[in-house]
């Protein structure tokens, strides 16, 4: 039996002794790191039950030190990567603190000084409060809802950088929003991503560090580098702690546009077999599910998407895939956009499990049992050392 469980890749995954504490999450608390956000009513991980839940809210797990996640521990990182840290500089937008806070946490950096402020008539002021000339300067900032507001935010902190003499300006978007803008699928219409990536290399960014774009295309719209992360390790490695058995997996892509994506998470799930659901669009936000290829009978079913937003897809898909007889279905996204009404489709029963990251803040009147949150501070904050010391990104993933 030992043979037929799920085992993790060896070139993700290193099997490493983890020692971890449970404390609530405080704010307020400079050095405060998010791990995973549990449900209350299933066992995840292999970390120890919490046993202070307080009104329902769900405990954080916090390991010791600034432990690296299976994937990304090898002894090569830290021979490659020099860490100098003199000359590089934090700065947090608005749309996303508490990742960025992670993300200095694990860098064993502080955020930099920087005022945001709102004019009463919407008007956004940047100041920086600390002088950034000849610095490598690293921007923090989804964007997220409200797109818009967030995006002008990052357009004018890159310009505040630029205009206070910073060497090097990379924009760090976990989310890039607009980035389902990338073609034209009917006449007169606009190619937002491509304006957006403009936006952003005029306002004076010279690098893009981004999250699992929805597609990859959307790099070549960028005229500066463009460091693509995707955050599938993060999630692979959760999913293989779970110890589900290889013979009982099935990956399922929830529209044709994502077999790509579902057959590599498929292939590092020891190979497991691929199912499409296949839907026709007949609006904006709007799907109909119409069939199922491939056998999902009697299986746990893993849907994998880049995004979830209206969650219209990826329920019907759900739906479609209890009555073809799947035991259990797992969703797996990286952003969660979670427009409304996600969040009321997405707990209402179709789901064991709702496993997203924190690329995109989530409220906690959203949190519902079912919702597990990954963290992907690790992820950004190993690829800004390697970016910051000319040291490749790729052999992370490696």
Same mark, same amino acid.
Request: with cysteine; net charge negative.
């Given at each position: 039996m030992a043979s037929s469980l799920l085992q993790p890749p060896s070139s993700l995954f290193t099997s490493t002794s983890r020692s971890s504490t449970l404390r609530t999450f405080?704010?307020?608390?400079?050095?405060?790191?998010?791990?995973?956000?549990?449900? +209350?009513?299933?066992?995840?991980?292999?970390?120890?039950?919490?046993?202070?839940?307080?009104?329902?809210?769900?405990?954080?797990?916090v390991l010791n030190e600034k432990t690296l996640p299976k994937f990304m521990d090898s002894a090569r990182m830290e021979r490659t990567v020099n860490k100098n840290g003199n000359r590089l500089k934090l700065f947090s937008g608005t749309a996303n603190p508490a990742l960025s806070q992670e993300i200095a946490w694990y860098m064993g950096l502080e955020l930099g000084k920087i005022s945001i402020k709102r004019f009463a008539d919407g008007e956004i002021y940047v100041q +920086?409060?600390?002088s950034v000339r000849g610095c490598n300067v690293y921007l923090i900032q989804p964007t997220c809802p409200p797109a818009n507001e967030n995006l002008m935010e990052l357009k004018i902190m890159i310009d505040a950088c630029r205009r206070a003499s910073a060497k090097n300006i990379t924009a760090v978007i976990p989310y890039f929003g607009y980035a389902r803008a990338d073609r034209k699928t009917q006449g007169r219409e606009s190619i937002a991503a491509k304006l957006v990536a403009n936006l952003i290399t005029k306002a004076g960014a010279d690098r893009v560090l981004a999250c699992d774009l929805h597609s990859g295309q959307s790099m070549g719209y960028?005229?500066?580098?463009?460091? #693509?992360?995707?955050?599938q390790p993060v999630i692979l490695d959760y999913l293989a702690s779970k110890g589900i058995s290889s013979n009982d997996l099935v990956v399922v892509s929830p529209d044709v546009g994502g077999v790509a994506r579902a057959r590599a998470f498929a292939k590092k799930l020891s190979d497991a077999p691929l199912a499409i659901v296949d839907k026709r669009r007949h609006g904006h936000n709007v799907a109909e599910v119409m069939n199922l290829i491939g056998d999902v009978k009697g299986k746990v079913a893993v849907?994998?998407?880049?995004?979830?937003?209206?969650a219209g897809t990826?329920?019907?898909?759900?739906?479609?895939?209890?009555e073809e007889g799947a035991r259990e279905v797992y969703a797996c996204c990286t952003h969660a956009v979670f427009s409304?009404?996600?969040?009321?489709? +997405?707990?209402?029963? +179709?789901?064991?499990?709702?496993?997203?990251?924190?690329?995109?803040?989530?409220?906690?009147?959203?949190?519902?049992?079912?919702l597990?949150?990954?963290?992907?501070?690790?992820?950004?904050?190993?690829?800004?050392?390697?970016? #910051?010391?000319?040291?490749?990104?790729?052999?992370?993933?490696?």
């Open positions: 405080a704010p307020s608390v400079p050095h405060s790191r998010i791990t995973r956000i549990f449900s +209350l009513n299933s066992v995840k991980c292999d970390l120890p039950e919490p046993s202070n839940i307080m009104n329902r809210k769900p405990i954080i797990p +920086l409060q600390e960028f005229d500066i580098p463009v460091d #693509h992360v995707h955050c849907m994998v998407d880049d995004m979830i937003d209206t990826i329920a019907k898909g759900a739906a479609l895939l209890h409304p009404p996600a969040i009321e489709r +997405l707990s209402s029963g +179709l789901f064991q499990e709702v496993i997203i990251t924190n690329t995109i803040p989530v409220e906690e009147k959203n949190y519902f049992p079912q597990t949150i990954l963290t992907v501070a690790n992820l950004l904050g190993e690829t800004i050392w390697r970016i #910051h010391d000319d040291c490749s990104v790729t052999s992370i993933f490696q």
